[in-house]
């Protein structure tokens, strides 16, 4: 039995790569791919969802969701994915169109009737928290919730204190932490360093010589040059495809712990912050106060803190050969 996706996504250049990894995963099924406002409006992540799905002749339903983040103005990274979120080359119109149905509702009708199904999260959770707030029960049968996102150990890539997807909706990625949901927490610190794919793995994917391998690497030239901006490191830094590498194969990761989260949404100077009770002091008498809401359903989180690298990027190329 192929075990069963629902991938909610802001899909741009990492993420459309996500979606290759699992649209042609053998043992994964892709119910459904929903899509937020994130790094692009939500028109546009739905647009390059369905380029994606057609790119791979898949056939897989996409469902347009939330356009804003639950309380925030809205901020998109077109900065660092290009307008169009794929780079801008001008890629053709998809052929078809997402479905009527509303991303939320289609979370909580999809969810509902396949127990055990996994989420993997690729952009702001807006979406999985209105869903959550509509019918919360949908949490029972979810048997993994792989979350890109945060910044567990380190500095941020929007702010100095927090990841995109975490910082442009707060209060939604808190919501969906204090859930109930089994919470697997892949931040952004791990598609850095040795996780980057140098010019040896570039030419290595490109020489599979096909259109999805050509498309991995040229829908993320303008990423490209933004991370050499931003932080210095040459490369294509894919966290997203990180995130599902996981969710196909957790052996992955080589070093993992489990912990209470909370999101920071008061302060102005850390908003986003993922705060991770790493020393497992939050149910301690001078903490549980303000840890009341993460403490509540005693439920902690996965957090991912390495990863094979090697492993990871073999996990990459099988999609792309």
């Known amino acids: 039995m192929p075990r069963l996706f629902l991938i909610d996504t802001d899909t741009a250049s990492d993420d459309a790569v996500a979606l290759i990894m699992a649209l042609r995963s053998p043992d994964v099924r892709v119910l459904a ?42 901020q998109n990274a077109t900065w660092f994915h290009g307008r169009d979120g794929l780079g801008d080359h001008s890629y053709a119109a998809p052929a078809k169109s997402p479905e009527k149905t509303h991303a939320v509702d289609a979370i909580i009708d999809t969810t509902i009737a396949n127990p055990g199904i996994v989420f993997v999260t690729l952009g702001p959770l807006t979406n999985v928290a209105l869903a959550l707030a509509k019918q919360p029960e949908i949490a029972r049968n979810v048997s993994r919730c ?57 030419a290595r994917i490109l020489g599979f010589n096909n259109p999805l391998a050509k498309f991995a690497i040229e829908c993320n030239s303008h990423a490209r040059h933004a991370l050499k901006v931003q932080t210095g490191e040459e490369g294509i830094c894919l966290p997203d495809p990180v995130a599902m590498s996981i969710a196909l194969d957790p052996t992955i990761a080589t070093n993992v712990s489990d912990h209470y989260i909370d999101i920071e949404t008061k302060s102005e100077l850390t908003r986003g912050m993922t705060v991770v009770d790493r020393l497992n002091v939050a149910d301690d008498e001078r903490n549980k106060d303000v840890w009341v809401s993460a ?6 989180a996965r957090v991912y803190w390495t990863i094979d690298n090697q492993r990871w990027k073999r996990t990459l190329e099988a999609a792309l050969c």
């Open 146 to 202: 792989v979350i890109m996102g945060g910044a567990p150990c380190c500095e941020g890539n929007i702010t100095p204190a927090a990841e995109y997807n975490v910082f442009v909706d707060p209060e939604a990625a808190r919501a969906v932490m204090h859930s109930g949901l089994p919470i697997e927490l892949v931040g952004w610190h791990l598609c850095r360093g040795e996780a980057i794919l140098d010019d040896a793995d570039i």
């Open 33 to 74: 791919i929903t899509t937020v406002a994130g790094n692009v409006p939500v028109e546009q992540a739905t647009l390059n969802a369905l380029y994606t799905v057609e790119l791979c002749g898949a056939r897989t339903p996409v469902y347009a969701g939330a356009s804003k983040p639950l309380v925030r103005t809205y």
């Open 295 to 300: 403490l509540a359903n005693k439920k902690k």
